[in-house]
């Protein structure tokens, strides 16, 4: 069988690595992959990528949608290409990741996936695919996106739109776009991103539940000198790792978390950008994104407690990343992140620093008794 996958970027971020490793997995199977990207690549030299467009086009891409608010709608002559390679290819699956990033053409890609007659599958890994702007709404506790968004309430954050609001035509143009698409299987990693799927208009498509796994090789408990390098070995470390940290990340939970913790805690938060490394306290060791999968293992497992603030996830792989590593895991209560300790190990607790301390508190005092 020949597959292609299609993603944002390639072996980069939780749904890149997850692309790449069902690649990866098919290969040795026999079959042949190839992963369509069209942004960053990292870590893939073992497998075949495609890149669809340049730097150049997804800059000119979200440049378009800053102005228009189509995210979706650019890239329309690297679609035009990469489509005609798909057809010399001629892949028998093709398996869609995030389709959102600034990189293709939805319109071009859909209307060549209602007539290709493959078998079609499409991993959600958010909630873009049915909103009219946003790729999540539990925070603002926004439901527009059931029976047809309009002035949508962020328009200002990812996709941003600096001048229109085209959250209503989208909605529109993506039903008509998303709906009635023979042979395809839509699959969620999670119940909680299931049940919302189950009341957008990609109700009537067949819906698979698949948690996402970790590579076993890499996550697994891996001895560093992590805690020597920071004079850490008297200490107990609460850690946090987002690929980006805002509010809805659980940012301000953390530095609050941080106030409430015991002399003898240190926390470590990785992935922050540069402006927040500088503006975070100097207790608090910040640290930026890291794409070397082993030094995340280690920092993994040199902590005691995984701590995921965030109040909008469709799975958390951090979360499970972090277990994997012997690392138990305190998350909220109301996200994909409670069914992940759930099913693993860990605790859910109501939002709150003073929450997120008790179950810390619990963790580390039964780690060590």
């Known amino acids: 069988m ?32 190839v992963l369509a990207f069209g942004r960053e690549e990292v870590n893939c030299q073992d497998i075949r990528t495609v890149r669809i467009g340049t730097p150049r086009d997804y800059k000119l891409h979200g440049l378009r949608c800053r102005l228009l608010d189509d995210h979706g709608f650019g890239s329309k002559a690297a679609t035009e290409q990469f489509l005609a390679w798909v057809r010399e290819y001629d892949p028998d699956v093709i398996w869609l990741h995030n389709i959102h990033g600034y990189y293709i053409h939805i319109g071009l890609l859909f209307g060549y996936l209602r007539t290709c007659g493959k078998k079609i599958y499409w991993t959600l890994h958010d909630c873009w695919s049915f909103t009219g702007h946003c790729t999540h709404f539990t925070y603002i506790k926004c439901d527009k996106w059931k029976t047809g968004c309009k ?13 229109l609001d085209g959250s209503r035509r989208n909605y529109r143009r993506k039903k008509a776009l998303f709906t009635g ?27 698979e539940v698949r948690y996402n796994r970790v590579d076993p090789e890499v996550f ?3 001895p560093s ?21 805002d509010d809805r990340k659980g940012i301000k939970d953390m530095v609050a978390l941080w106030l409430l913790l015991p002399k003898n805690y240190r926390m470590v938060l990785v992935g922050l950008s540069p402006a927040q490394i500088k ?4 207790e608090i060791l910040a640290l930026p994104r890291t794409n070397s999968m082993k030094e995340l293992a280690q920092i993994y497992t040199a902590a005691d ?20 590593c012997g690392t138990p895991a305190v998350v909220y209560q109301g996200t994909a992140c409670e069914e992940v300790v759930q099913t693993y190990g860990g605790i859910a607790v109501p939002r709150g620093p003073d929450n997120l301390l008790k179950a810390i508190l619990k963790l580390t005092k039964e780690r060590y008794t």
Not at 191 to 207: G, N
Not at 279 to 282: D, F, L, V
């Open 2 to 33: 020949k597959y292609l996958f299609i993603n944002s970027v390639a072996g980069f971020g939780s749904t890149g690595r997850l692309a790449a490793e069902q690649c990866r997995e098919l290969t040795k199977a026999g079959h042949a992959c």
């Open 151 to 163: 002035f949508c309430p962020q328009k200002d954050r990812y996709p941003k739109s600096l001048l």
């Open 181 to 207: 698409i023979p042979n395809l299987t839509i699959i969620v990693p999670s119940q909680w991103l299931k049940s919302r799927v189950e009341e957008s208009f990609l109700k009537d498509y067949p819906l």
């Open 220 to 222: 697994k408990p891996t």
């Open 225 to 245: 000198k992590f805690r020597n390098k920071h004079g850490f070995q008297r200490k107990k470390i609460v850690l946090g790792v987002a690929s980006v940290w």
């Open 279 to 282: 503006e975070m306290p100097k």
């Open 305 to 324: 407690v995984y701590v995921s603030p965030s109040t909008e996830e469709s799975f958390g792989m951090t979360t499970l990343e972090a277990i994997s």
